[in-house]
């Protein structure tokens, strides 16, 4: 044998598909980001060497807990951030690579159709979901590391070399650490150890893989416990009973037995059935999964018939592998069966992406059986048939080739997908959801997104989500701010573990006067059932500020905010805050401002912010203006940084009519503000000549804030000195000691007042 042929051959064999793989996604490769992926890619509080320690330590600082996953997320942000184009790649390559493993593995096997088996599965439609979702990449990493453990174990099954066994185990350990749904490899190898031996030995088959059935229960019962603790895979949406769950499981294999035939009508999110043991026809599904295993093992017996011996020992062994692929695909299918509780069982019952790895049970023996049905055609004498039969492979791949490219196309942008989905799926209150999510980020788009929250909650009025959506989307518009509280609420009722809902509720009630209290608890709430969130820390911090008892603990939250997110400018300035009313930690808070003007130096708020530190301390007052000077620059819209310097400057000589004239751009900029027009009126009083415009401002407090006794107060003394405004002056001085009571220095001018001469 010329091994470097065979090589060569592998090697371009390979790359063919690599190349066919990518064309057939090209559609895919420039989408955006779907659904959860922002879950996945790296968020900004776990991109540091801190954030990596805590991806592997702490249980909930990532959607679920597969820390290597996270890990190549985690590197793949530092090589391409958050370009899509890297992410896709990733895992298309990926994808291809576990082809090109299942070609190997097939080989191992002695099976024929390897090339056509690693074809099929890199083109087949039903693995686009695993493949064009970047959140997915669980998967096609996690079948890297399946097959490469199941490859070098089926070479130890040969030669017992304990290298290669810790080799394999090591690459076990790997895929469970990026999804867990690969702790059916063991139970894959007996299988195939049984279709190979006709029997299974206790020493040399079972005995080396029961540490791996160990670490595949322990893993999966770790992965369980978080999909109901953190995740939410529990409550009302799961109440299946033991007879349900077996009908469910019936109908999920043939269900995907039947995309994996007839691979029509694709889509993200498939309708929830109903499952009832009181209808007949549910129960035919488990009836028929049992008839064919049944039937199966009857053949791979070798029957007595008519058939020749060489047909009926050929009729066996088909069988044989026949019943072995189906158990392969049937218990890789197990976890998401519905004996486990898995998320995403609130919107449906299948998806696709969940028989990436078991389809692989389904795909190797079809090829090897459409291989073995080629070969006479193969060995024909006549010309035309020796072709029919790469004609007809090179069709279908063809044919699986042409429908992946048109299904990853849905997955370009979360529109696309999500109005696809509805239009094949009116019913799917995810789609409605997420597609209003995507509407609420656009301008003018508020209320479709809200139409969109409204019409998931009229379909499944028990989703959490839905209401905190809508909550969070009824909150942004002016006057409906009860609504939203009633929103969060509600989310809370369904899911009183949603971490989200207690902070968005928390936010809302900050926003109603009196109800401070209350928003503390549910940020506390919110820190408790998630500790690694810098963004809940940071509310939790920001609400503590305002009672001034709590001011050491509200340091203690955002000092732990900005440890979780230390590149975060804005948690930097609420420390900042933070630090500037605690008495003698002025310089520390310094420094806070000045790492988030640092981070953000195009943010006029951090310029602002640090201003006002610098205000602080006499002789850095020229820091100070520069600071507001830039806040200016970069926003000249901002009503507070032209108040700000402007405050500033009437500090420094000289500087009183640029100080009137930044005084005077915020109260354009903010006419409804009374101490704005407060804070120009008494500028003004330092010119000469403009005591009127004064006066016309002080007027404007009091027309706002009516309440406001010092205004009142300084208008009577401004209106005193003119004769004929006296009585208004007086009615000013009455009014502050109306407000005011025991204001002592109003009821002496009116005293003045009303002895002075008429």
Not at 371 to 386: E, K, M, Q, V
Request: charged content about 15%; glycine content about 8%; aromatic content about 8%.
């Amino acid at each position: 044998m010329n091994f470097r042929s065979v090589n060569l051959r592998s090697l371009g064999a390979g790359a063919v598909i690599f190349a066919v793989t990518l064309l057939a996604y090209l559609p895919a490769v420039r989408g955006g980001f779907l659904w959860d992926d922002d879950g996945h890619v790296t968020r900004e509080d776990l991109r540091s060497l801190g954030g990596l320690e805590r991806i592997w330590c702490e249980m909930g600082a990532t959607q679920q807990y597969y820390p290597l996953l996270h890990t190549a997320f985690w590197v793949e942000h530092r090589l391409w951030g958050d370009a899509v184009v890297g992410y896709h790649l990733a895992n298309i390559l990926l994808h291809a690579a576990a082809a090109c493993l299942l070609v190997a593995v097939v080989r191992r096997l002695a099976l024929p159709g390897a090339y056509l088996a690693g074809l099929i599965f890199a083109l087949h439609p039903v693995c686009v979901e695993s493949v064009a979702w970047i959140s997915e990449q669980k998967n096609t990493l996690s079948t890297v590391f399946y097959l490469g453990s199941a490859l070098v174990y089926l070479r130890f099954d040969q030669d017992r070399r304990p290298s290669r066994y810790f080799l394999a185990m090591s690459l076990f350990v790997l895929a469970l650490l990026t999804k867990t749904v690969t702790a059916t490899l063991p139970a894959a190898l007996l299988v195939v150890f049984w279709w190979q031996r006709g029997r299974l030995g206790w020493r040399r088959d079972v005995q080396p893989l029961l540490p791996w059935f160990g670490l595949g229960a322990t893993a999966g019962l770790l992965t369980s416990w978080v999909e109901r603790t953190f995740i939410g895979a529990q409550g009302a949406d799961f109440t299946l009973n033991l007879l349900e769950r077996g009908l469910l499981a019936g109908r999920v294999i043939w269900f995907y037995l039947g995309k994996l035939v007839w691979p029509a009508d694709l889509m993200f999110i498939y309708p929830r059935w109903t499952v009832d043991g009181a209808v007949w026809w549910q129960y035919l599904f488990p009836l028929g999964s049992l008839a064919l295993v049944a039937g199966l093992a009857l053949l791979a017996r070798r029957p007595r018939g008519p058939l020749t011996r060489a047909a009926t020992a050929g009729l066996a062994r088909a069988a044989a592998a026949g019943l072995a692929g189906f158990l392969i695909f049937a218990g890789t299918l197990f976890p998401v069966m519905g004996f486990i509780n898995v998320y995403p069982f609130i919107f449906s019952y299948v998806a696709d992406h969940f028989q990436y790895q078991a389809c692989l049970g389904i795909i190797v023996p079809v090829a090897a059986g459409l291989t073995l049905a080629a070969g006479p055609l193969l060995t024909s004498r006549a010309p035309a048939l020796r072709q029919l039969a790469p004609v007809g492979a090179a069709a279908l791949v063809a044919v699986l080739g042409a429908l992946t490219w048109i299904h990853s196309g849905t997955f370009r942008d979360g529109q696309t997908l999500y109005r696809d989905t509805l239009a094949r799926n009116p019913a799917c209150s995810m789609a409605h959801n997420n597609l209003g999510l995507i509407l609420s980020q656009i301008a003018g788009r508020m209320p479709e997104a809200i139409g969109h929250y409204e019409a998931a909650l009229r379909i499944n009025p028990r989703y959490a989500e839905a209401h905190l959506n809508l909550g969070s989307a009824l909150a942004k518009i002016p006057g409906r701010l009860f609504e939203a509280i009633a929103e969060d609420e509600a989310a809370l009722r369904i899911f009183p573990g949603l971490a989200d809902a207690h902070n968005n509720l928390g936010v809302a009630l900050s926003q109603v006067s009196g109800r401070m209290p209350e928003a503390v608890d549910q940020f506390e709430a919110a820190v408790r059932l998630r500790p690694g969130s810098a963004e809940m820390h940071d509310n939790l911090g920001v609400a503590l500020i305002s009672i001034p008892k709590r001011l050491p603990e509200a340091t203690d939250h955002l000092e732990t905010a900005m440890r979780i997110n230390p590149g975060s400018a804005v948690m930097h300035s609420h420390l900042g805050v933070a630090l500037t009313k605690t008495p003698g930690r002025l310089p520390e808070a310094m420094v806070q401002f000045e790492e988030a003007v640092r981070l953000s130096p195009g943010s006029a708020a951090m310029h602002n912010q640090l201003g006002i530190a610098l205000a602080k301390i006499p002789e850095r007052l020229p820091e100070a203006i520069a600071q507001f000077e830039a806040a200016v620059r970069i926003d000249p819209g901002s009503a507070e940084a032209h108040e700000n310097l402007g405050k500033t400057l009437l500090q420094v000589p000289g500087k009183l009519p640029e100080a009137i004239a930044h005084l005077e751009a915020a109260v354009r900029l903010d006419p409804d503000s009374a101490d704005r027009h407060g804070g120009l009126g008494s500028a003004l009083l330092k010119v000469p000549g403009r005591l009127p415009e004064a006066i016309a401002e002080f007027e404007a407090v009091v027309r706002i804030n009516p309440e406001l006794f010092e205004a009142h107060f300084v208008l009577g003394m401004l209106l005193s000195g003119l004769p004929d405004r006296r009585p208004e002056a007086l009615a000013h001085f009455e009014t502050a000691l109306r407000i005011k009571p025991d204001f002592e220095p109003a009821r002496e001018w009116i005293d003045r007042l009303r002895a002075a001469p008429r």
